[in-house]
Each structure stands twice: as C-alpha cells, then as structure tokens.
C-alpha cells in the first residue's frame, strides 16, 4: 500500500546546503513596569517586609500542622509499639509471680498437710 512518490527535484534533500540570508532575531521586548503609584524606595521596602512577613507566617503556621501531623503519627506508632512490648512484659512477669506464688503456697500446704499427719 506503501507507495513510493515520485521524486520532485524543487524538494531539497538533506544532503543539498541551502543558504538562506541571514535574517535579524528580534529582541523580545521587556514587559512594561507597573505603575508604582508614585511609590517610593520607602514604601516599596515597606510593602516587600510586609509581603515577606504574610508569606513566612503563612508557611511556618503550614510547617507547623504537617509537623505535628507527622509527629502524632508517628509517635502513635512508636506508643503502640511500646505500649505491646510492655503488655508482653508485664504478662511474662505475672506468669512468673503468680506461677511461684503457686508453687510456693502449694509447698507449704503439703509441709502443713505433712505436719498434721505426723
């Protein structure tokens, strides 16, 4: 279905130079500067620290709620995590308590037992 086209010289091939004249770039022309409003070095050094201030107290109360979020999670976790582990202790200590006060309150019965029958 491909079929070859006929070749047309007025095409140029890659092969051919074609020089062109040179033609000026045009220089982008620089935006135009806002209208200050008669605006002083004073005032604009004025508006900048108070632009300055609003964007800080803005990113740091940000800061703030993602780092206590992340915080909260992860100690959430870290608690978890400290609050099985000791569970875990606490219970083997317990079987260990309770299973000699059983072998002990058991072995002072046998010796009372023993005492009543001698």
Known sequence: MNQAAPFDASIPVLTEVVSTPATPVAQPVPAPMPDT?????AEWAQLERRLNEKILQQLASRVDFVLEQRIKDSMAEVLTHALHDLT????????????????RAVQQEIVHLQAKKG
């Open 37 to 41: 409003g008669g605006l002083g070095a």
């Open 88 to 103: 875990t202790e606490i219970r083997h200590g317990l079987h260990e308590t309770i299973g000699k006060i059983v072998a």
